[in-house]
């Protein structure tokens, strides 16, 4: 699987050279010194990576590094008198490494690189949600097929995006912890489980 560096692509030039890339890409914190706290998406979430809390007119270009204290600790007063709940707990779930630079990362993959494979999911899931017809007639069929009511019931979650993986958990702001249990490195999504994890495809 082609893995691409896209540590040095900047906001504008993502945006205007390939709308993939530009919803694909987000923040990865270092010193927070670079990413605005609203602005650019950063929150370590593969579903949404931006704030709930609605902006505060007089933090509109304060930086991330502005909610850390001198040690490059979270500092949870501030947090407690800013943000809702849901941000606070992802907000401190979010890796922030005060001894580098703000850099961009793939929120695809947990290794920040953009893939072949995590670009096509993008992309397909952004047709499916322009085409409701389709989203329909996939429904339809899925009630007509000869397998037992179990197994349809069991798809029928799968495309209403309700298994409790990993992920779709974080997205419902409940923390589950982090990847995937056979593989720590790829993210806990219905994909890897169902597609991509060899443990259980062996099973």
């Known amino acids: 699987m082609a893995l691409v560096d896209?540590?040095?692509?900047?906001c504008g030039q993502t945006s205007q050279g390939n709308p993939l890339l530009s919803e694909g890409v987000v923040r990865r914190v270092g010193d927070g010194a670079d990413t605005k706290i609203w602005g650019l998406p950063w929150l370590a979430d593969s579903?949404?990576?931006?704030?709930?809390?609605?902006?505060?007119?007089?933090?509109?270009?304060?930086?991330?590094?502005?909610?850390?204290?001198?040690?490059?600790e979270c500092d949870l007063e501030v947090f407690n008198d800013l943000f809702l709940d849901s941000d606070i707990h992802q907000i401190l779930s979010t890796p922030i490494s005060p001894q580098i630079k703000d850099t961009w990362r793939w929120k695809g993959n947990i290794r920040g690189m953009y893939?072949?494979?995590h670009g096509y999911k993008l992309l397909t899931a952004s047709s499916l949600?322009?085409?409701?017809?389709?989203?329909?007639?996939?429904?339809?069929?899925?009630?007509?097929?000869?397998?037992?009511?179990?197994?349809?019931?069991?798809?029928?979650?799968?495309?209403?995006?309700?298994?409790?993986?990993?992920?779709?958990?974080k997205k419902r702001h409940v923390w589950a912890g982090g990847g995937c249990l056979f593989y720590p490195e790829e993210l806990e999504t219905m994909e890897h489980i169902f597609c991509d994890c060899a443990v259980v495809n062996h099973v």
């Open 6 to 10: 896209i540590s040095g692509l900047a």
């Open 47 to 72: 579903t949404n990576s931006a704030l709930y809390t609605p902006i505060i007119e007089e933090l509109r270009v304060a930086p991330v590094s502005g909610l850390l204290n001198e040690l490059g």
């Open 115 to 117: 893939s072949v494979r």
């Open 129 to 169: 949600h322009l085409d409701p017809q389709l989203h329909f007639i996939e429904r339809k069929n899925l009630w007509s097929l000869p397998v037992p009511p179990k197994v349809k019931n069991f798809l029928w979650r799968c495309m209403r995006h309700v298994l409790p993986v990993r992920e779709i958990l």
